[in-house]
Nanobody, 127 residues
């Protein structure tokens, strides 16, 4: 049984918007200290995009997406979202959501701080 399932990716034009969703199993969601979104383009390493704390009051963004992307979560739906506006061709990548159960907040931008990962959803932005 998958613990994290992403959806919402697709092919869009530059300037368009997409909203990614990640449904997290209840147990995994409730045990997470924080949740994050990462992305990986072909030939590149997986890179941090955004994270949100358990309470939802703390968020952090990569400089490349700050002001364009917004991370949020819905505790009742045990889901985390990534609203992406003003998409650019360089945003093209597979996007992954992840949860961290043991790491501390200061490590949130590191992929190795996360314990559980989804299978990813492809986002392609054409120019």
């Amino acid at each position: 049984q998958e613990q994290l399932v992403e959806s919402g990716g697709g092919l869009v034009q530059a300037g368009d918007s997409l909203r990614l969703s990640c449904e997290v199993s209840g147990r995994t969601f409730s045990s997470s200290r924080f949740l994050g979104w990462f992305r990986q383009a072909p030939g590149n390493e997986r890179e941090f995009v955004a994270s949100i704390s358990r309470s939802g009051s703390g968020t952090q963004y990569a400089d490349s997406v700050k002001g364009r992307f917004t991370i949020s979560k819905d505790n009742a739906k045990t889901s985390v979202y990534l609203q992406m506006n003003g998409l650019r061709p360089e945003d093209t990548a597979v996007y992954y959501c992840a949860t961290a159960r043991r790491a501390i907040w200061s490590s949130q931008t590191r992929a190795d701080a996360y314990d559980d990962w989804g299978q990813g959803t492809q986002v392609t932005v054409s120019s």
